[in-house]
């Protein structure tokens, strides 16, 4: 699956280590400063990312999933980004805080690709350019929308349980990045 992260901060990059380590996806860094490679300290280690870091948006295409994980207020300036990486299948994931995910993005990728707000539990913090220390368990929750868990978490057989995201499916659809941490309740 081809992945974009579009804002490498302390969630995108945790985000965007976590798909590394999985190995699984075509992993792209859309960032505005260049950077060799991003590494994440978390409580099982270290990861060493080397995704390809892109900062120009006019090359890149179409991808399956965009993770949008820069500040709300940065959305106009990644329009941009969103245009090209959008192709008629995409699907965009807002990890920003705030509310009115979908009326943000909507008007920088049209009404019929499939805008999913999305909520993020993680203390992370960016140290430096491309440089983060990730010192809790990552939770990220969908609200609504196609089913995140199936495509952004790899496995549904949950083993081995290092390598892949617990997957529980109740109200919401939930999501948890869990191959560093020991576990995570599902929430209703």
Partial sequence: MR???VGVGAIGGSLAAD???????????????????????????????????????????????????TKAHQTEGSAPWLQ???????????????????????????????????V?????????????????RLAVRAERGPPLAVDLCISRDRKPFQDVCQIAFNVREFIAFEHRFEHVEATA
């Fill in 120 to 136: 993020v539990q993680l203390a992370a913090e960016k140290t430096a350019a491309a440089r983060i220390v990730h010192v809790s």
């Fill in 84 to 118: 090209a990486l959008c192709g008629p299948t995409t699907r965009i994931a807002v990890l920003q805080n705030g509310v009115d995910h979908v009326s943000r993005v909507r008007p920088h990728v049209g009404a019929k690709l499939d805008v999913v707000p999305v």
């Fill in 3 to 5: 992945i974009a992260v």
């Fill in 19 to 69: 798909l590394a380590d999985l190995g699984k996806h075509d992993l792209t860094l859309c960032v505005r400063s260049a950077f060799d490679r991003l590494v994440v300290e978390h409580p099982k280690g270290r990861s060493q990312v080397a995704a390809p870091v892109v900062t120009d948006s006019s090359k890149v295409g179409p991808v399956d999933w965009v993770l949008l994980a």
